[in-house]
């Protein structure tokens, strides 16, 4: 029972909602920039560098087997670079990112950490005014 009190406890903590938020959103964001770089990036490159379809770069290390219908027996063997180099463009897309995010959290934290801290509250107005009587009376004596 102990141990279902203990899990519950670190489930309902807020680092943990967050966290789950944090995934969610991120993988949203994935989602985003590949869109962004199969459909927006890509294609221009693409036409760059002559018409070609980065989706359908590949090298075929053993050629698809048919049968006399027609029909494939077994499937083509291949190197699809083409998926892998739109994978690297998304991931330094998102690296970057995350880059910029972080680093725009720490100036924020370092901005935090240069305020000056907030003046001393005044003293209460009956303090004041013994230091005061005391003034009084010590330029008395003199």
Not at 62 to 70: F, H, L, T, W, Y
Not at 103 to 129: G, R, Y
């Amino acid at each position: 029972m102990g141990m279902l009190k203990e899990f519950k406890d670190f489930a309902v903590k807020g680092n943990v909602v967050d966290l789950a938020v944090a995934v969610i959103i991120g993988g949203a964001f994935g989602k985003i920039v590949t869109s962004f770089v199969n459909d927006i990036v890509m294609p221009p490159i693409g036409l760059m560098i002559g018409g070609v379809n980065f989706k359908n770069l590949a090298v075929v290390l053993k050629e698809a087997v048919v049968d006399d219908a027609g029909e494939v027996v077994t499937a083509a063997v291949t190197l699809n670079y083409g998926a892998f180099i739109q994978n690297v463009v998304d991931f330094t897309i998102i690296a970057f990112v995350i880059f910029l995010a972080v680093k725009a959290i720490n100036n924020m934290k370092k901005k935090e950490a240069a305020a000056p801290p907030p003046p001393p509250p005044a003293p209460p107005k009956s303090e004041v005014l013994l230091e005061e009587i005391r003034d009084l009376l010590k330029n008395k004596e003199k």
